[in-house]
């Protein structure tokens, strides 16, 4: 699987956008970049997934750049219900969903 | 529509018991999994089932750890004996197919293992 390089920690004020990166420079191109998050004694929860193509839902943006090297998870108002452990993944067999350290995002009020 | 549930929510043992977890995925999800999540880290996949059968297991330790989804639908994991370093939340997730790309997976809230 495609690794992916995201900041331990960065902090947001209460509606602001919040602009989440993640590197993947080794992603190949049958590769999804997914989104989860992790909210405090929660399980994680999809947020969002995309291959080449801007992706926008209810909860969130995804950018992937065109060289798809990289990619950028927008919140576009942070409320304080946003803090939580945010995990790129690139997922590249059907039945395997692997999980990095992932971006601990506080916001705050 | 109801989610993962999973039982207990907390479990406190002494090493060398035994202890399982129940897990009940979203009805009609022909694929489950659990994962083991360490204090810190992401949570790392143990064991997939498609319908009753095993999938991937290849993370499971088998010589203490061992899981059935008998009938496809609720799903056991069971530690035997256990170790301090087996303390973690235990995740399952379930989702409809587990064989296209564009699948999401949706966790239950885990069971949290302490053992003393």
């Known amino acids: 699987d495609a690794k992916t390089t995201q900041p331990p920690s960065m902090d947001c004020a209460e509606g602001r956008a919040a602009n989440l990166p993640c590197n993947h420079s080794?992603?190949?191109?049958?590769?999804?970049v997914y989104w989860y998050r992790q909210i405090h004694s929660q399980g994680p929860q999809y947020i969002i997934h995309g291959l080449k193509n801007n992706e926008t839902n209810e909860m969130a943006s995804l950018i992937i750049t065109e060289d798809r090297k990289s990619s950028t998870l927008i919140l576009p108002h942070a409320t304080l219900r946003d803090t939580a452990v945010y995990y790129c993944?690139?997922?590249?067999?059907?039945?395997?969903?692997?999980f990095g350290a992932g971006t601990t995002v506080t916001v705050r009020a | 529509e109801a989610g993962v549930a999973q039982s207990p929510r907390y479990k406190i043992i002494e090493k060398r018991q035994s202890v399982a977890f129940w897990c009940n995925p979203i009805s009609g999800h022909a694929t489950l999994y659990w994962y083991q999540q360490i204090l810190g880290q992401g949570p790392k996949l143990l064991i997939q089932f498609q319908n009753n059968g095993v999938v991937d297991d290849s993370q499971l330790p088998k010589d203490r750890f061992s899981a059935e989804r008998l009938k496809g639908v609720d799903s056991t994991l069971k530690i035997q004996p256990a170790k301090l370093e087996d303390s973690a939340v235990y995740l399952c997730a379930s989702s409809s197919r587990g064989t296209g790309i564009n699948e999401k997976l949706f966790f239950g809230s885990g069971t949290q293992l302490s053992v003393l």
């Open positions: 993944i690139v997922r590249v067999s059907d039945y395997k969903l692997s």
């Open positions: 080794t992603i190949s191109g049958n590769e999804y």
